[in-house]
Every structure is written in structure tokens, then in C-alpha cells.
């Protein structure tokens, strides 16, 4: 399978921006996910880029792209303690499979 | 968004029975379903990839006569653990890809996962 690699942990305050890095070793991929994942449960969808796109803004969301790196990030602004949860970073290519990443443990403090 | 319904969320049984997985899409038709598995603090492992109508195809180390994947319509699939042992004791999620009007979807969508816990 193709390596996806996200740091373990991040910690910020209540209303700071949370950034959270992904890298990517796949250049052929062609969407790039973010999954939240909250304790006992399964991933939810949060957003998603075309491979072609460099940015992507969904209300308190940014992702930002660079394919030259093969580095994504995700930008959650505002960051409540509601966003507390393990987030995935996902490369597919032509919808065939899905490669996660380890999955960030995002943890806000209030 | 759509939904996809996973039965049940949370099993304990004994060592050498089997037990069955259900996923359900609920109001999109799902030609292709993934299972995965997920170790604690680690992240998802594709096992299967269970297309509608067909055999599973399965990820490398992972046993089909194990882990018995069924597909047999456009909103289920189920996994059956045979003979299960406590090595077998994970949390299991499958996924959907929306189809819409006869094109795959770019979109997967994730059951709430079962833990299975074999005793």
C-alpha cells in the first residue's frame, strides 16, 4: 500500500487554529481526504481536494494542498473543544482504495 | 449526507464461533464497500474490498476463508469472522462509495464500526 504519515499528536486552545500535516507518498493520487473520528466511532467525511486544487475552504476549514511536496494540511479555525477527535488524512486513486494515515489525536483545551 | 449503517456496534463472544458484520447503506446504493480493521491508536487497515455481485478481493495477509465477505446486493455486505480467537478482537468498519446515476462517487462513507471482543 502506499505510506501516509500524519504527526500523533496536537494540542492547542480553545479558539487558537489547529493545523494538522499530512504527507503522502502516492503522486498519482487523485482525491485527498480528511476523516474526523471521535471516540468509539467511525470517520466522518469532513472535506475533501481534487488533486489539482491547491486550496479548499469550508467554513471554519481550510486544506491546503502542495503536490509538489505531497503535503497536505488541514486548518480548523476557531478550534472548540467539540473538534476533540482523531483526524485521517485519506489519498485515493480513481475511487479503487483508500490509504489512511495514522490519524492525528487532536486534543483542545479549554 | 449518506448514511451507512453497521450492525451491530459491539460483540463479545466466545472463542471458535463466528460472527457476522452487517453494513448497510441506507439511502444511496453502494456498488463497492470496503471493510477495514482498526487496532487501537493505530490507524485503518484495508482487509477487503467487496464489489456487488462478485468475489471479494482481498488485501495481502489477510485470510479469506477467515474473514468471509459477502456482497450480495447494493446496500449490504456482510463480514463473517469464522472461528474467531482473541487475536481476532478489533474494531471493524466498513465503508460505501456513493454511486450516483451509474458513476462512482469520489465520497466514502463510514459505518459507526463493531468492537469485536473474543473471549
Known amino acids: 500500500g502506499e505510506d501516509v504519515e500524519q504527526s500523533l499528536f496536537l494540542s492547542v486552545r480553545e479558539g487558537d487554529s489547529s493545523v494538522i500535516n499530512c504527507t503522502y507518498t502516492?503522486?498519482?493520487?487523485?482525491?485527498l481526504y480528511w476523516y474526523k473520528q471521535e471516540p468509539g466511532a467511525g470517520l466522518q467525511l469532513l472535506t475533501y481536494?481534487?488533486?489539482?486544487?491547491d486550496m479548499k475552504q469550508d467554513q471554519r476549514l481550510t486544506v491546503l494542498l502542495n503536490k509538489k511536496d505531497k503535503h497536505l494540511s488541514l486548518r480548523i479555525a476557531d478550534t472548540q473543544t467539540g473538534d476533540s477527535a482523531i483526524y485521517f488524512c485519506?489519498?485515493?486513486?480513481?475511487?479503487?482504495?483508500?490509504?489512511f494515515g495514522s490519524g492525528t489525536k487532536l486534543n483542545v483545551k479549554p | 449526507g449518506a448514511v451507512v449503517s453497521q450492525h451491530p456496534s459491539r460483540v463479545i463472544c466466545k472463542s471458535g464461533t463466528s460472527v457476522k458484520i452487517e453494513c448497510r447503506s441506507l439511502?444511496?446504493?453502494?456498488?463497492?464497500m470496503f471493510w477495514y480493521r482498526q487496532f487501537p491508536k493505530k490507524s485503518l487497515m484495508l482487509m477487503a474490498t467487496s464489489n456487488e455481485g462478485s468475489k471479494a478481493t482481498y488485501e495481502q495477509g489477510v485470510e479469506k476463508d477467515k474473514f468471509l465477505i459477502n456482497h450480495a446486493s447494493l446496500t449490504l455486505s456482510t463480514l463473517t469472522v469464522t472461528s474467531a480467537h482473541p487475536e481476532d478482537s478489533s474494531f471493524y468498519i466498513c465503508?460505501?462509495?456513493?454511486?450516483?446515476?451509474?458513476?462512482?462517487?469520489?465520497?466514502?462513507?463510514f459505518g459507526s464500526g463493531t468492537q469485536l471482543s473474543v473471549l
Open positions: 439511502d444511496f446504493q453502494a456498488t463497492t
Open positions: 465503508s460505501a462509495r456513493d454511486r450516483q446515476g451509474g458513476v462512482s462517487n469520489e465520497k466514502l462513507f
Open positions: 485519506a489519498e485515493s486513486y480513481n475511487f479503487n482504495k483508500f490509504y
Open positions: 502516492d503522486s498519482s493520487s487523485t482525491y
Open positions: 481536494i481534487f488533486s489539482n486544487m
